[in-house]
């Protein structure tokens, strides 16, 4: 089984809302993504978590938070988000990289978000 | 110049046709390499990795890998109107850094 969760499937939000995207995955994967796609454009890596813990940032405004409570979960908290940020927000994971090792990375069917 | 490169496209190819995607990057210490497709308005799905020099085929997919000249393809035998999405390249090296770097794909429409 290689499946990845999300909830929901679709948010609106406005600016001023607080909310959060969820992602599961039971295929015992150690690296978990999240990654932000706009139309027509590939998809842009936000963060990512290796055993529970932030690994990357990539320089994302902190109106977004990530939280990986434990293997199997990643949330992305939102807040205070602009129209720009509206977006189809991808979850991943993948096996642990260790050196010398393949591991393949396997999608959710992402949120599409939209923020008035 | 840009990490992994794909033609953008549209390619056009009549059903039952053999299509042929290309992908070229620029890190020599690449080590995996992978084929995603992604339907409009979908999530990226993953239908090929190849790791090692030559062809790797998996049904009417086949995926061919030349590090030496810094390419993969990814051929589509007998294409059909379902296989019209984006084709998305994706390279990682095994440096550990997790990082998926991906093409901005090509998309692909097959016509009935």
């Known amino acids: 089984d290689t499946e990845v969760t999300q909830t929901p499937k679709h948010l609106v939000m406005g600016m001023t809302n607080k909310k959060s995207l969820k992602c599961e995955q039971h295929?015992?994967?150690?690296?978990m993504y999240w990654y932000k796609q706009k139309a027509k454009k590939p998809p842009e890596l936000m963060f990512v978590y290796s055993y529970e813990k932030l690994s990357i940032n990539e320089s994302v405004p902190s109106r977004f938070s990530p939280e990986c409570p434990n293997s199997s979960l990643l949330n992305l908290h939102l807040h205070a988000l602009q129209p720009e940020d509206s977006a189809l927000y991808l979850c991943?994971?993948?096996?642990?990289?260790?050196?010398?090792?393949?591991?393949?990375?396997?999608f959710g069917p992402g949120t599409r978000l939209t923020v008035t | 110049q840009k990490e992994v490169e794909q033609n953008s496209g549209p390619l056009s190819v009549p059903e039952g046709a053999i299509a042929s995607l290309n992908c070229t990057y620029s890190d020599r210490v690449s080590q995996s390499f992978f084929w995603y497709r992604q339907y409009s308005g979908k999530s990226p799905e993953l239908i090929m990795s190849i790791y090692s020099n030559g062809d790797k085929e998996d049904g009417r997919f086949t995926a061919q890998l030349n590090k030496a000249s810094q390419y993969v393809s990814l051929l589509i035998r007998d294409s059909q109107p379902s296989d019209s999405a984006t084709y998305l390249c994706a390279v990682k090296t095994t440096s550990g850094t997790y990082k998926y770097i991906f093409g901005t794909g090509t998309r692909l429409k097959v016509l009935a």
């Open positions: 991943a994971s993948s096996q642990e990289g260790v050196a010398g090792h393949h591991y393949e990375q396997y």
């Open positions: 295929m015992g994967h150690r690296a």
